[in-house]
């Protein structure tokens, strides 16, 4: 499903009853909607949402700002960035995809750069909020959930040729962000790797986001003044966006939850599953 809001295209899809709590499901750098697993978005629907999840500009089947070109990263990394767009825009598209389905607000959920995004949705649009989830990410302070030089590494590393590296490149990074304390699941990273090349390939995109990231202000003291029930979730072991970033992000919202789990990196294990949708349930039926 599309729909236009914020002046793009927002291809969407949802799960469960209209009637139930909604929810939005913001993913991560250079993420689809699709690595919102089926199933998990299914345990969240059984519990009493409506789940929406959804591709962010610039990635999967919404808008790409293609006319922008492609990102400098070195000169952003650098103190230098020209960016196409910032997070705040990101969330702006969020904030206009809740007007376009008619829902006047929602608990809004966000994994790493998708946590930052649902953060400025909830500063920019704070009545669109009913309460904030905030997965594997940070505040945007300067030494607060810095990346391992190992993950950093994979993260940068150069953007595949053809399908086939493209899935051996999903399984290599993986390999280094996942988590050290759940068994890697070949299988679904493949499967996932070869739906989102054949969905959508553009790394260009995900430059764009990258540097949306770099060039975003820390939103530190924008977080300090929110009055919304805010739950944090986080790794221990998340070599990308260390764990700092969760407890820093705890910190700044006044009254938010912290659950870190033991042996869990930058990723979402399916063993944990239970875990993540019995917290979320039990902050939006407060």
Partial sequence: MRATAN???????????????????????????????????????AAGHYVIRYDNRDAGLSTHLDDAGVSDLVAAFAGNPDPAYLLGDLADDAAGLLEALGLPAAHVVGASMGGMIAQEVAIRHPSRVLSLVSIMSRTGAKGVGEPTQAALGALMSPPPSGRDEAIQRALSVWSIIGSPGYPMNVDRITTLAQRAYDRDHNPAGANRQLVAIVASPDRTAALRELDVPTLVIHGEDDPLIQVSGGTATADAVPGAKLLLFPGMGHDLPRDLWPDFVAAITELTTR
């Fill in 7 to 45: 002046g793009i295209g927002i291809e969407y899809d949802t799960f469960g009853d209209p009637d139930g709590r909604p929810l939005l499901l913001i993913m991560g750098l250079g993420s689809q909607m699709i690595a919102w697993d089926e199933e998990f978005c299914g345990l969240l629907a």
